[in-house]
């Protein structure tokens, strides 16, 4: 069965910096498009940035265009985003999902990870 692990998630101040990892298990993951989503409290559950299985297609939100890096290790089953100059509207839950290269929805998701920026 298919489960993505997530971790890195915490309590920061405005200006630093987190890595959130998701260790993916029981998919062909160097098949499988990559994302990560996040969830404000009251808000609908929005794209953040997405990865192909190649990494050499990738996109962000222009809410953390310049701060944020999705990456990913294909050795490892493993896809990362590194938060740098977070600011406190970065705050909400972040999840790992994944899907297949022709799908429109991501079949896959992590149990999510909280993140808060205090000011």
């Known amino acids: 069965q298919v489960q993505l692990v997530e971790s890195g998630g915490g309590l920061v101040q405005a200006g630093d910096s987190l890595r959130l990892s998701c260790v993916a298990s029981g998919l062909p993951f160097s098949q499988w498009t990559m994302a990560w989503f996040r969830q404000a409290p009251g808000k609908e559950r929005a794209l953040v940035a997405v990865?192909?299985?190649?990494?050499?297609?990738?996109a962000y939100a222009d809410s953390v265009k310049g701060r944020f890096t999705i990456s990913r290790d294909n050795a490892k089953n493993t896809v990362y985003l590194q938060m740098n100059s977070l600011k406190p509207e970065d705050t909400a839950v972040y999840y790992c999902?994944?899907?297949?290269?022709?799908?429109?929805?991501?079949?896959?998701w992590g149990q999510g990870t909280q993140v808060i920026v205090s000011s």
């Open positions: 990865i192909n299985w190649l990494g050499d297609s990738i």
């Open positions: 999902a994944a899907k297949s290269g022709s799908s429109l929805r991501y079949n896959y």
